[in-house]
């Protein structure tokens, strides 16, 4: 049975100032390489076969400190990137709701295209599931600890699952460097055994909005 455990990445300035970082490349701050440092040492105790990341270097550098401990390399695969926003990119969530109020409302609904530019949940969930898929794929059996993004990894999750985007939204999103676990059963294919699993720490004030209604603040950006 395959094990693939999905960690979000650590905290970042901009999941701080709730401005939209989607693919850029924002690095972690102190307190997201604090995170990965006290999460690393929960998964190494998982004996995991092979790390993946995202090669966004807040994803990247959190599966660094697991490396660290497991003496694993980190693999790169940009297919693990969090969702593409478009022209919201770099903008603060107020500036958002100024500029683009139709697209803004459309999002915050659940409309899975919502315009401007905002990648779709289908090409979200189709891009990351592969991802994991393919991580899977190099260590059969194994256990494969995959670092990415936290709108990426809900419907990277829900590819996988066969769930659509309605049910997706009903599913809390991941806390920095809390994690997923999914396993694979050749008769019954993926299965959820845990979510948000992770080192309980002080909120982090709300950032941008992630992928789907109701979705927190810091889950996308």
Same mark, same amino acid.
């Given at each position: ?115 401007? @530019? +905002? ?9 990351? $599931?592969? /991802?994991?898929? !393919?991580? =899977?794929?190099? *260590? ?57 699993? @992770? +080192? ?9 909005? $992630?992928? /789907?209604?109701? !979705?927190? =603040?810091?889950? *996308?950006?």
């Amino acid at each position: 049975m395959t094990r693939l455990i999905v960690w979000r990445h650590g905290n970042t300035d901009w999941n701080n100032a709730r401005r939209v970082q989607g693919q850029t490349d924002v690095p972690l701050n102190e307190r997201g390489r604090e995170q990965a440092l006290a999460a690393a040492p929960l998964l190494a105790a998982l004996r995991p076969d092979a790390i993946v990341a995202s090669d966004l270097s807040r994803a990247a550098d959190t599966a660094a400190a697991l490396a660290a401990l497991t003496g694993l390399p980190v693999r790169t695969d940009p297919r693990l990137r969090e969702r593409y926003f478009g022209q919201w990119q770099g903008l603060l969530l107020d500036e958002v709701t100024e500029r683009f109020p139709a697209e803004y409302a459309r999002w915050r609904a659940g409309d899975p295209d919502p315009g401007a @530019g +905002v990648e779709s949940l289908d090409d979200l969930g189709k891009r990351v $599931g592969a /991802g994991f898929q !393919a991580a =899977a794929d190099a *260590a059969p059996g194994g256990t494969v600890v995959v670092a990415t993004h936290g709108g990426g990894a809900r419907q990277g999750c829900g590819h996988l699952l066969g769930w659509d985007h309605r049910v997706l939204a009903t599913v809390t999103s991941l806390a920095n460097c809390h994690w997923t676990e999914l396993r694979h059963d050749e008769v019954r294919g993926w299965q959820l055994r845990a979510h948000n699993v @992770g +080192v309980l720490t002080a909120e982090v004030p709300a950032g941008v909005g $992630g992928s /789907g209604p109701g !979705a927190p =603040a810091t889950e *996308a950006v």
